[in-house]
């Protein structure tokens, strides 16, 4: 189930979390983290709850700074923008969170066509509506278009979250936990989807996941966050291949060897 190779630039950086701390008061939860998301690359993070995934995408957003250090996103250093840079930064970064929040009121049309209303004015009818439907087709749900998020089943909604992400073709896609609490066919679904993704707009990921199937079907890399530092960083084998006990259930747990 592991994914094939792609076309990765590693002379370009799109991400540069260089030297990255980040506490709460006593809680030190990024010691000097040092990571990179190379063009085109899908890059996995690993790691128990609470150790600072998500901290690190709300870095990677400009939702926190970092006590030290600096997060570079796409040349810019991100704790240095001001808000109108920031809200262009981020008009270039798809996010999916977990539950993807769907407009309840609004029908799957509605939904997609309200991130472009707002940040691209200047479409025409015709324009929308083409932009609509080549991103619904792109996640495989054309025949959804006129139903409500209620009619949908997670997986889903899921989808049609990240069309929603898509639909601004962001150069970026920051996924976390993209497969949680869906079933194996849904998970295997969305993975695919992420995969697709990465080789349609050649975007740029990161995906932060405590299901290893997924780890494994999408990562081109992987790293995973130790008591604040990424200790471990490579394939799915080289991240694996250890007697450490923090990093061991992970894979036990998954696979029930
Ligand atoms: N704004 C904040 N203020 C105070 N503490 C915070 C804040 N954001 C995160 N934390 C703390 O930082 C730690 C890391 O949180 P984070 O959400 O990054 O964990 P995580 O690795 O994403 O976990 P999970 O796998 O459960 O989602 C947690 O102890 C959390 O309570
Ligand atoms: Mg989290």
């Known amino acids: 189930m592991e994914k094939?190779?792609?076309?990765?630039?590693?002379?370009?950086?799109?991400?540069?979390?260089?030297?990255?701390?980040?506490?709460?008061?006593?809680?030190?939860?990024?010691?000097?983290?040092?990571?990179?998301?190379?063009?085109?690359?899908?890059?996995?993070?690993?790691?128990?709850?609470?150790?600072?995934?998500?901290?690190?995408?709300?870095?990677?957003?400009?939702?926190?700074s970092p006590d030290?250090?600096?997060?570079?996103?796409?040349?810019?250093?991100?704790?240095?923008?001001?808000?109108?840079?920031?809200?262009?930064?981020?008009?270039?970064?798809?996010?999916?969170?977990?539950?993807?929040?769907?407009?309840?009121?609004?029908?799957?049309?509605?939904?997609?066509?309200f991130p472009l209303v707002r940040n691209k004015r200047n479409l025409t009818r015709a324009e929308i509506d083409k932009e609509v439907e080549e991103v619904l087709e792109g996640v495989g749900l054309s025949q959804a278009i006129n139903q409500m998020p209620s009619e949908l089943s997670g997986g889903q909604r899921k989808r049609i979250g990240i069309a929603r992400t898509l639909i601004l073709r962001p150069d970026i896609m920051l996924y976390d936990e993209p497969t949680a609490g869906l079933d194996p066919i849904t998970c295997l679904d969305i993975n695919s989807l992420i995969n697709e993704v990465q080789e349609r707009y050649n975007t740029s990921s990161i995906i932060i996941t405590h299901d290893l199937a997924c780890a494994k079907m999408v990562g081109d890399r992987m790293v995973m966050l130790l008591d604040g530092k990424f200790e471990r960083q490579g394939t799915f084998q080289e991240i694996f291949d250890t007697e450490d006990k923090r990093v061991k259930p992970f894979y036990d747990y998954n696979f029930i060897v």
């Open 4 to 64: 094939n190779k792609v076309n990765i630039d590693q002379n370009e950086t799109v991400i540069h979390v260089d030297d990255v701390s980040k506490s709460f008061g006593d809680l030190h939860v990024l010691r000097n983290v040092d990571v990179r998301l190379y063009k085109g690359e899908n890059l996995v993070v690993l790691g128990r709850s609470g150790t600072g995934k998500s901290v690190l995408i709300k870095l990677i957003s400009g939702l926190l």
């Open 68 to 113: 030290t250090g600096n997060v570079r996103v796409l040349g810019e250093t991100v704790n240095e923008l001001d808000d109108r840079e920031l809200r262009a930064l981020r008009q270039r970064i798809g996010f999916s969170f977990q539950n993807s929040a769907l407009y309840d009121s609004m029908t799957v049309r509605e939904n997609l066509e």
